[in-house]
């Protein structure tokens, strides 16, 4: 793999250094270290996303596979991810007793050094992708170079003074889409694990970024940042949540001669679509329509997709396939229909139950998103001696509200239960809110979730 068209101009950054793509086919951070790594399973370990890039760059038809483990991956996981992905060598920071994981071949890689050496392409290699890493075991899913660039493959190139950016890191599906745009035309500025909103926001503003992605989750934090005034894109993109009317809306607003978009996207369906109309959900007439990333279907309520670019397999022991007979990857993402249009209901598994009724947590915080001085919400579960469970949200005030003394929390409170009993079922609206100052993102990216 390597930059394609890579011109003087184009460019490749990171917090504390930055690389003419030009230059990538004649710098190395492993040291001269490349040919023990031919052939073998490399697991990916280093907090710095942009000696990941690199060290990525380099692997790419050297090594027999590639394991992409993201900066907060727990070291508990490390056993069972040499185990299911056959792993015989280590690139990173050791971290821990390799001699006990079995792994003999470790190089530790540094910043990138000019250096001769031979670049030839022996096999395709496999990128393992972790959907999960922090809260329980993860699973391990195979994806290939072409199944990881099958939506933008073949099409037209980006002009050069494209500037990819990403609220994500690359080592995750997210980040990793927008890692091989950026190679196949304009720059790319990475974020890192370290670094605040703030900070990234400024930094994406002085390279001149025109098109940036990120969940929900962070947009809705840049947009309190105080910083996203310094960014003028000409696209924004939302995936990995529900993009709600709430944020789009947001969004819209802040960037009114940018497209837009929000996209569907997940480590083994690969990506499935994208809307730019400005609405939450999609149109109903996209299932079963021609030339889309993915072919949509939707069967019992959930969202299933088709495509070239989903991943082969899982590895190791969970014998659970990654696609049905026809091909087509559950989702685990509900939908409902409402019109000429499906809605985003929640994931299967985050299922609130009361008394025997089901609750989704994301369609109550739609509709608390959507009031005038609440920022995000957060619907959980809370234990109930007689329906098992009631709704409880947590609200986080809008920063503009927060500081407004003639609208207690009293007043919100009591509009949030008006606006919830409008419109939604009476099992469905909370029985407590709460006020909160804040609510934990994970390092995913997402709205941590008990569930989750």
């Not at 990538?24 to 001269?32: E, H, K, N, Q």
């Not at 993860?138 to 980006?158: I, M, Q, S």
């Not at 950026?182 to 025109?210: H, K, M, Q, Y």
């Not at 003028?232 to 940018?258: C, K, M, N, Y």
Request: hydrophobic residues 45%; neutral net charge; aromatic residues 4%.
């Amino acid at each position: 793999m390597t930059a394609a068209g890579a011109s003087s101009d184009r460019f490749l950054a990171g917090v504390d250094a930055s690389l003419p793509l030009a230059e990538l086919g004649r710098v190395s951070t492993l040291g001269g270290r490349l040919a023990e790594l031919r052939g073998r399973s490399v697991m990916l370990v280093t907090p710095d996303p942009f000696t990941a890039a690199i060290v990525l760059i380099e692997l790419d038809g050297v090594a027999r596979r590639v394991v992409l483990c993201p900066p907060d991956l727990s070291p508990a996981h490390f056993p069972q991810i040499v185990g299911e992905a056959g792993c015989d060598a280590w690139v990173g920071d050791p971290g821990t007793n390799l001699a006990d994981l079995g792994v003999r071949t470790v190089v530790v890689p540094g910043l990138p050094v000019a250096m001769d050496l031979e670049r030839r392409e022996t096999q395709e290699t496999e990128w393992i992708l972790l959907t999960s890493g922090t809260t329980g075991a993860p699973k391990l899913v195979l994806h290939t170079l072409a199944t990881l660039t099958n939506a933008f493959a073949g099409k037209e190139r980006p002009a050069p003074q494209t500037v990819w950016s990403t609220f994500y890191d690359i080592r995750r599906f997210g980040g990793l889409q927008i890692f091989l745009r950026g190679l196949l035309g304009g720059s790319l500025v990475l974020s890192s694990p370290n670094e605040s909103i703030v900070d990234f926001l400024t930094r994406a503003a002085a390279a001149g970024v025109t098109h940036i992605s990120g969940t929900p989750s962070h947009w809705r934090k840049a947009l309190i940042s105080g910083a996203i005034a310094r960014i003028s894109p000409r696209q924004v993109r939302l995936s990995g949540e529900i993009a709600d009317q709430a944020v789009l809306d947001a969004l819209r607003r802040t960037f009114p001669g940018a497209i837009v978009a929000h996209a569907f996207a997940s480590t083994e369906a690969g990506v499935g679509f994208e809307v730019r109309d400005g609405l939450a959900g999609f149109p109903a007439a996209l299932v079963g329509a021609p030339d889309l990333p993915a072919e949509i279907d939707v069967a019992e309520g959930h969202l299933r997709l088709r495509s070239g670019g989903a991943g082969r397999c899982y590895l190791g022991t969970d014998t659970t396939p990654l696609k049905s007979a026809d091909g087509f990857v559950d989702t685990g993402d509900r939908l409902e229909r409402r019109g000429d249009r499906y809605h985003f209901m929640g994931r299967s598994g985050g299922i609130i139950n009361v008394g025997g009724q089901k609750v989704h947590p994301e369609e109550v915080e739609a509709v608390i998103n959507a009031l005038p001085g609440v920022h995000i919400s957060r619907v959980a579960a809370r234990k109930n001696s007689i329906t098992g469970a009631v709704v409880a949200a947590e609200v986080v005030r809008s920063t503009a509200a927060a500081s407004r003394e003639e609208i207690p929390n009293e007043e919100l409170q009591r509009a949030i239960l008006d606006a919830c009993r409008k419109a939604l079922a009476a099992h469905k609206v909370p029985a407590s809110i709460r006020f909160v100052p804040t609510l934990e993102v994970g390092a995913s990216g997402k709205l941590v979730r008990a569930n989750a």
